[in-house]
């Protein structure tokens, strides 16, 4: 089946430091990636949809100068969370859609930021 | 905003089928009903999806109402693997495209 990575796993970071995220799509490529990000006990929200190519949309209320997305390529997309504050401490998930028309996304395994 | 309603939790034991309500009153006739599951700090994993006609694969049946107001997953048989939060998710078209709007879920605990 279709997989997704991200890297890494985990990062500790301290405030006002950026950080970078990884997202890949290991067997296939996708035109669009989507982030999430989800806080304890909570459910995921949708940040932003990225795709190839073209600049990211955001959701409202996401400020995109402080979430940097790039996806310069169809296997890659990257999140880089600039200037990070302990509030921007959350779970961070990547999703891909397979470019052929499946209905599914595959998503990856989350990456858990905490800003210290 | 997510347009489905699931309870919040629900508890079924080890090896009898688990059957996960979702309310969608409000869907459309180009919406397709999508079913995700998430494991405790991992990404969501997808189940399956369907538009009017019950489905079924390897790890789940759908059963949708003839008036697509709601629906059902059933896991046949639910092992302890299966604890999870379940995601009934209602999206324009078939295309992975667009994105998928989670709600709260409902947290499935299967109990030995």
């Known amino acids: 089946g279709a997989v997704v990575s991200q890297h890494p796993s985990w990062v500790i970071c301290k405030s006002g430091t950026s950080v970078k995220i990884e997202c890949r799509s290991l067997?296939?490529?996708?035109?669009?990636m989507f982030w999430y990000r989800q806080f304890p006990k909570q459910s995921l929200m949708l940040m932003a949809t990225s795709n190839e190519g073209s600049k990211a949309t955001y959701e409202q209320g996401v400020e995109k100068d402080k979430f940097l997305i790039n996806h310069a390529s169809l296997t890659l997309s990257t999140l880089t969370v600039t200037s990070a504050h302990p509030e921007d401490s959350s779970f961070y998930i990547c999703?891909?859609?397979?470019?052929?028309?499946?209905?599914?996304?595959?998503f990856g395994p989350g990456t858990r930021l905490t800003v210290t | 905003d997510a347009k489905t309603t699931q309870p919040t939790s629900m508890d079924c034991a080890e090896g009898r089928a688990a059957n996960l309500p979702c309310n969608h009153s409000?869907?459309?006739?180009?919406?397709?009903v999508y079913w995700y599951r998430q494991i405790h700090s991992q990404g969501p994993q997808y189940i399956i999806h369907g538009l009017k006609n019950n489905e079924t694969n390897e790890m789940a049946s759908l059963i949708i109402t003839e008036d697509r107001k709601s629906s059902t997953l059933i896991l046949p048989h639910a092992t302890l693997r299966d604890t999870a939060v379940y995601y009934c998710?209602?999206?324009?078209?078939?295309?992975?495209?667009?994105?998928?709007?989670f709600g709260k879920g409902t947290r499935l605990s299967v109990i030995a």
């Open positions: 409000t869907i459309s006739g180009n919406e397709y």
């Open positions: 999703s891909a859609a397979v470019l052929a028309g499946f209905n599914e996304q595959y």
């Open positions: 067997d296939f490529q996708a035109t669009t």
């Open positions: 998710i209602v999206r324009v078209g078939s295309s992975g495209n667009t994105p998928l709007v």
